[in-house]
């Protein structure tokens, strides 16, 4: 597993051994004990699969307790993937990281508790994998605003996204709730 910076030291893209042939392909998309050797020494309880059409625009969700630790890939189509750090008494406090993802490269991110998440669907559809380190808990759910322009994350937007009515109203980094 070869191991890619992104603008956050913490946040990282992940790009497996693919073993191919005529027949297709294989890759060990999760080992604990590889990743463990990578810094991620994370257990997961939970997976989670989304299908998502071209232009819409999921997040930036984070749980204000029970926080969630996120391994993300693409199984279908390509996503342009953010992460922000909402740790108060991190030094990285409010950066934001950025990456595309996609199933023709099997690439992955880790994206640790205590950052919000969300991406764009690029391609007509796409297919979204994560594994999360704690179970949804819809009381403690949170949104940041994806548009917000203390951010300023480069969406590559042809046009407004679609958003559900959570991500609508998601609040500004100087309003929301944000980890200790």
């Not at 191991?3 to 030291?9: D, E, L, R, S, W």
């Not at 669907?121 to 009381?139: R, W």
């Not at 759910?141 to 046009?159: F, K, Q, S, V, Y």
Request: glycine content about 8%; proline content about 6%; some cysteine.
């Amino acid at each position: 597993m070869e191991v890619i910076a992104t603008q956050h030291p913490e946040v990282l893209l992940l790009r497996p051994k693919v073993f191919g042939d005529a027949r297709g392909f294989f890759f060990e998309s999760y080992n604990r004990t590889a990743f463990a050797g990578l810094g991620v020494d994370a257990e997961f309880v939970q997976d989670n699969h989304s299908r998502s059409a071209k232009g819409v625009l999921r997040g930036l969700h984070y749980q204000i307790s029970q926080p969630q630790g996120k391994l993300v890939r693409v199984v279908a189509g390509e996503v342009f993937d953010v992460a922000v750090d909402l740790r108060r008494n991190s030094p990285h406090f409010g950066r934001v990281a950025t990456m595309h993802l996609s199933a023709d490269t099997h690439e992955m991110a880790w994206i640790p508790p205590g950052f919000a998440h969300g991406f764009l669907v690029l391609s007509d559809h796409a297919e979204f994998l994560y594994k999360t380190t704690d179970y949804y808990a819809p009381e403690f759910e949170r949104c940041l605003r994806w548009n917000d322009p203390t951010l300023a994350i480069a969406w590559p937007l042809d046009g407004a996204p679609l958003l559900s009515a959570k991500d609508q109203a998601g609040l500004p980094l100087a309003e929301c709730d944000v980890f200790a």
